[in-house]
């Protein structure tokens, strides 16, 4: 059979250094994690694989559950824009014992346990700020339960006495979603894996839990059938998946199996090479090229990798880091010329340039400005001493910078210890793995401690177009409940009020200009460094027998797994 044509069987296999950060769809937020949270739940809406991207337009939600997009025309949109009608398909089935109809009250549960205090979704202020009493449930459930280790019966007795205003199950085909304001982003709030359905028998498991890990439940073409945190998964076919009911993915494979285990790119590389593995699991290693690849995709939106990350509430050096000052300071020591020679010599097959502001090119409230220049992005090591000497710190301090053990990142803490100490700050490294890096930085508790001081995670919208809030709002918006995506705790009233602000345009041009004035504003705080925008487009390497592998800016790139085929079946 041609392989241009889809074939069927095979065990696709992954390899490479980088872990889930969690499986639980409630919490996770990597979006490496969604190349595989995407084989067994599904969403209301979701995103096509889109093989010749053109511009933004084409990463545009689609029906998944959902029978079709709300609009006033067909009824699913009040004129007010303030209320959306949404009608499931029949046929959507969980992989339980018996086999059960996904229904309106599992998608309820879904957006319930996005809320809960024990591992909560990163991006939730686009809940709260979005749906009528979300903001209310999330703070009445974390005064209900405090502790930070409760039983699930704890966590299932809110859930189950409570409701959010703002989401009614009509019946078990039909959902209501009430809104504060008009977003014309909602679509894609919805679309967000956080947004996935939960069955009833989640209300017995903690949050990603390893006992939930061991008992999650498949809506998808694929199940998991075997799952050690950071080492390995394998997954195995639904059979209760059917063909028509999934407009979005395909069951070509026999099952997927992910090997993760610390490897150099080369290694990866190699194996692949080999035949011993199809694609690589977060490595970047790339296909062959000459030069740097372009792609009209590049133009959807870029991100930022890596960007520094200060612990605002840190206690470490008298509290420097919450302090502007000293934050400024460190802005103009970074050589981010330097940083992009580290990626060049990586060979990730993207573009990259130095990065001047919180929301990069490409995105919703991007306009050029430089706050921090220096010459040519190399850093201004004098300037940046007197602004330290001036905020109380003429004989230096020590801090510590935390980053991931693969790829690049270790150079990059390297170069930031040579330009930091260049000013008199004196950095201890500590390096987590992929499993767990962004689980500490989004757990408070770790940055209350003084466990860091500095990091260097990256941040990719999670979706294009009409996308100001995919930045500004979960980095920057004041959220210290664990599972974050405000890692340093940062909070300015006024930023809180000039997000909202912006959430509340609904003028084009207007919004633009509210979320431009967000990022002058957290980049005047000093909130963060960003030190390098990325192309969205990577040349992932690809095993001979693999087919159709279609890269996803919605999974940051990675290729949709529920798509491709192999050539040679095993």
């Not at 010599?345 to 490409?362: D, E, F, N, Q, Y």
Request: glycine share 8%; net charge negative; with cysteine.
């Amino acid at each position: 059979m041609s392989g241009d044509q889809p074939r069927y069987g095979g065990t696709l296999r992954l390899y490479g250094p980088g872990s889930m950060d969690h499986v639980d769809p409630a919490s996770s937020y990597y979006m490496l994690s969604g190349q595989i949270i995407r084989l067994f739940t599904r969403q209301l809406f979701t995103y096509r694989p889109v093989a010749h991207l053109r511009d933004w337009s084409q990463v545009t939600p689609v029906p998944d559950v959902a029978m079709e997009i709300p609009t006033v025309d067909n009824g699913g949109l009040s004129p007010d824009h303030l209320t959306y009608t949404v009608r499931l398909r029949r046929g959507v089935y969980w992989d339980t014992e018996p086999p059960r109809e996904v229904n309106a009250a599992d998608f309820v549960r879904g957006f319930k346990r996005m809320c809960n205090p024990v591992l909560r979704a990163g991006a939730i202020h686009y809940y709260t700020s979005t749906i009528k009493g979300v903001a209310e449930y999330c703070d009445d459930y974390a005064a209900a339960v405090p502790d930070r280790n409760p039983e699930p019966a704890e966590l299932a007795r809110f859930q189950n006495t409570r409701d959010i205003p703002g989401i009614t199950a009509i019946d078990e085909r039909t959902l209501v979603f009430e809104l504060i304001r008009p977003a014309l982003d909602f679509i894609h709030i919805i679309s967000m894996m956080f947004a996935s359905p939960a069955p009833a028998e989640y209300d017995d498991f903690v949050p990603d839990s390893p006992e939930f890990r061991r008992n999650v439940r498949s809506l998808g073409p694929y199940r998991l059938t075997h799952y050690n945190h950071g080492a390995e998964l394998r997954m195995a076919r639904n059979p209760v998946w059917q063909q028509g009911t999934d407009p979005v993915r395909h069951q070509y494979l026999d099952g997927v199996e992910v090997i993760m285990e610390k490897a150099t790119p080369e290694q990866v590389g190699q194996r692949i090479r080999g035949g011993q593995a199809d694609l690589s699991w977060a490595s970047p290693v790339t296909e062959a090229y000459e030069e740097n690849p372009t792609d009209p995709g590049n133009n959807l939106g870029y991100a930022l990798n890596p960007y520094l990350v200060f612990n605002t509430v840190s206690p470490n050096a008298d509290g420097a880091m919450g302090k502007p000052e000293v934050r400024q300071a460190i802005s103009y020591a970074v050589n981010k010329a330097a940083m992009v020679d580290i990626f060049d010599k990586l060979s990730v097959g993207t573009v990259m340039w130095p990065a001047r502001s919180a929301i990069p090119p490409g995105n919703y409230g991007y306009e050029d400005f430089d706050l921090y220049a220096t010459p040519g992005d190399r850093g201004a090591p004098e300037k940046a001493r007197a602004l330290l000497a001036a905020a109380g710190y003429p004989d230096g301090l020590t801090l510590t910078i935390v980053h991931r053990d693969v790829d690049a990142n270790p150079e990059v803490a390297d170069a930031l210890t040579t330009d930091l100490a260049k000013i008199g700050i004196t950095l201890r490294s500590v390096a987590l793995g992929h499993t767990d890096f962004y689980p500490f930085l989004r757990d408070p508790a770790n940055a209350r401690a003084g466990a860091w001081d500095i990091s260097s995670p990256a941040w990719t919208p999670d979706w294009f177009g009409n996308n100001g809030r995919a930045f500004l709002q979960p980095m920057l918006q004041t959220n210290e409940v664990r599972g974050t995506g405000n890692y340093g705790c940062y909070s300015n009233p006024d930023v809180d009020r000039m997000i909202d602000e912006a959430l509340s345009a609904t003028d084009p041009a207007h919004a633009h200009a509210a979320w431009h004035a967000v990022d002058l504003q957290v980049m005047q705080d000093a909130a963060i460094v960003p030190i390098l925008v990325h192309a969205p487009t990577i040349p992932h390497i690809k095993g001979a027998r693999v087919r159709n592998a279609i890269a996803m800016p919605t999974i940051d790139r990675w290729f949709d797994l529920s798509n491709l085929w192999l050539d040679t079946a095993e």
